[in-house]
């Protein structure tokens, strides 16, 4: 393994909750429903990748997913918190994980794939980090996002997320085209769960005030074995190839012209 550091300033997340997201990812519905869609999407839409990106990979867990399951892949990681890449050290020691700014990558034309899961949400340019993905994708490349959908679903946990916003549909299509990218599919997740997702934000917003990044993805037992059954249905339906128009989740496969 490689680690490199690229001088990241310190903005858009509460680096200390990385232990809690370490803890948390392997049992918890959501990140395993989200690993789930992203494995199947680059196998249907980047088959013929050798080299992986992930821009701002966390503790790991989505990438050491992928090395799981493309062992023959050379896989990236990069993230702008060095309390991050500890954990994904540990789950990825042969991984070249790089800290460094995703408005400043320093690469062209240079993996065949690159995914950002829950991560553009967090930088105030998210533009300048498309631009610059684009810049790093070689011809004919594949990006793959996952963002938080739907201003209606601001709540507090937004806040303490650090987020600078939930995207609509419209917006982030517009903002990947205007980098360059040629859109493949979209599709919300997390649909059929909306309307708990509502009520647990309005509950937050008006009620409690209060938020909390990890208090609905830490749901176990029945309720989350239930749950991660619902969001294993409606993987089902996005491999038929129906897309959700709304839901919690906004997820993307782009591609950059050959």
């Known amino acids: 393994m490689q680690t490199e550091t690229i001088a990241p300033p310190r903005v858009g997340f509460d680096p200390q909750c990385f232990s809690e997201l370490a803890a948390a990812e392997a049992a918890s519905f959501w990140f395993k429903a989200r690993n789930k869609l992203i494995l199947w999407a680059l196998g249907k839409y980047a088959p013929k990748t050798r080299s992986f990106m992930e821009i701002g990979c966390g503790t790991g867990f989505v990438l050491s997913a992928i090395a799981e399951h493309h062992p023959q892949w050379e896989i990236h990681g990069t993230e702008l918190f060095a309390e991050g890449l500890s954990y994904a050290k540990e789950r990825l020691p042969d991984a070249n994980l790089i800290e460094l700014d995703a408005k400043n990558i320093p690469f062209k034309q240079r993996f065949d794939t690159v995914g950002t899961f829950d991560v553009l949400e967090h930088i105030d ?17 594949t990006l793959l996002i996952t963002v938080p959908q739907h201003a209606i679903l601001w709540s507090p946990s937004d806040d303490v997320a650090h987020h600078y916003r939930r995207y609509e549909r419209h917006d982030l ?17 997390v649909s059929t769960l909306m309307p708990l997702m509502l009520a647990s934000r309005l509950w937050q917003r008006y009620v409690t005030r209060r938020g909390s990044i990890m208090s609905e993805l830490q749901i176990k037992g029945l309720v989350g074995a239930l749950l991660e059954t619902v969001l294993a249905i409606e ?13 919690g989740t906004l997820f993307l496969v782009t591609r950059k012209p050959g």
């Not at 517009?174 to 859109?183: I, L, N, P």
């Open 235 to 247: 993987l089902f339906v996005i491999k038929l190839g129906l897309s959700f128009p709304a839901g």
């Open 125 to 141: 340019d998210d533009q300048l980090v498309l631009n610059q993905i684009f810049k790093a994708l070689r011809p004919g490349g």
């Open 173 to 189: 299509v517009t903002k990947v085209q205007k980098a360059g990218f040629s859109v493949i599919r979209v599709t919300s997740f």
